[in-house]
């Protein structure tokens, strides 16, 4: 859906729609960098891919399950977060051409 919001942006040709998709890219790379990082980070200290392996997981790394709730958040698009900002700005820019 981040991709999808880049082309809505791109097709609205206005500013706050460039503006958003630009944004959204950057905050789309941000994002899926922080959840890829968090996966090698547990994968690092389990060294097992098997999903029933990972129940306790919060109580033995509280600050990583903290930054991958920050980034869920985020990737949701969640207000105060950054993909909520350039998703605002993306459908500013397409309310403003399309409604």
Do not use: C
Not at 7 to 30: D, E, K
Not at 65 to 76: E, I, K, N
């Amino acid at each position: 859906s981040h991709m999808g919001y880049v082309m809505l942006g791109m097709a609205s040709f206005t500013p706050q729609g460039i503006n958003g998709a630009v944004l959204q890219m950057f905050n789309h790379g941000t994002i899926t960098a922080m959840l890829f990082l968090i996966v090698g980070v547990i994968y690092d200290r389990a060294h097992h891919r098997r999903i029933d392996g990972f129940g306790g997981l919060a109580s033995v790394m509280p600050v990583y399950t903290g930054v991958m709730a920050l980034a869920f958040f985020a990737a949701m698009g969640l207000p105060g977060l950054s993909a909520f900002i350039s998703e605002i700005l993306v459908l500013l820019g397409a309310w403003r051409d399309y409604k």
